[in-house]
């Protein structure tokens, strides 16, 4: 059974600190491994989508890896800013389930300005 | 942009009254999903669709039942409701396999069953 894990819990930095949010999951047959943002009471907000067959994407100071070998996918911010601050959460998709995800706990990040 | 709107925000139910949530999404998807979040358990699937009338149940589908009469909407029923059923629900949608398959989330119906 796939479970996907998030470490740490909760991480605190100061502005303009570039910073890796880690995400491991147990089984790498993934079909894809999608990285969202939440803010407090909000719905998730989808930051990246790494295909299966990728190593990367990148989006403005946002760039995801997958290494389906190791089962972990990075999510690293360049030059952090208060308005990141928020929970980020990373799920997989299994092959052939019709879309179910599989999310992990999240990291809730905060940056002090 | 992919749109997925949820039709209530914040609710308040007493013990054993019924509850509707409805979710909508324009962007053609043939997947739709109920999730809810409670703090320390994360999100936990209730019961996704994948084609209109369909539906299979998720992790936690005890207490809640589900309706998809048209492809763009996707509706959760709780026939009478729990205090245990105090949550965050999130509705989402994503596009069958053979595409990048993006789940897109609404912004969620706090529900509070006193």
């Known amino acids: 059974k796939q479970e996907v894990t998030q470490i740490p819990a909760a991480l605190s930095v100061p502005e303009g600190e570039n910073l890796v949010l880690n995400c491991s999951f147990t089984d790498s047959a993934i079909y894809n491994l999608q990285w969202f943002r939440q803010d407090p009471g909000k719905g998730l907000t989808s930051l990246l989508l790494i295909q299966s067959s990728q190593r990367e994407q990148t989006s403005g100071r946002l760039n995801a890896s997958l290494d389906k070998s190791s089962g972990r996918s990075t999510l690293y911010i360049a030059a952090s800013q208060p308005g990141d601050s928020a929970t980020y959460l990373c799920?997989?998709?299994?092959?052939?389930?019709?879309?179910?995800?599989?999310f992990g706990q999240g990291t809730t990040l905060q940056v002090k300005p | 942009d992919v749109k997925v709107t949820q039709s209530s925000r914040y609710l308040v139910k007493r013990t054993g009254e019924k509850v509707f949530l409805e979710c909508v999404q324009d962007?053609?998807?043939?997947?739709m999903f109920w999730y809810r979040q409670d703090p320390g358990l994360g999100l936990r699937l209730i019961y996704f669709s994948y084609d209109v009338k369909m539906k299979e149940k998720g992790d936690i589908p005890e207490g809640y039942s589900v309706s998809r009469e048209k492809k763009e909407r996707f509706s959760l029923i709780l026939e009478s409701t729990s205090t245990n059923q105090t949550s965050m629900y999130l509705c989402a949608s994503s596009p069958t396999s053979g595409s990048p398959g993006e789940l897109f989330f609404g912004e969620g119906s706090r529900l509070t069953v006193l």
């Open positions: 962007m053609d998807h043939e997947n």
């Open positions: 799920a997989v998709r299994q092959w052939g389930n019709t879309g179910k995800l599989i």
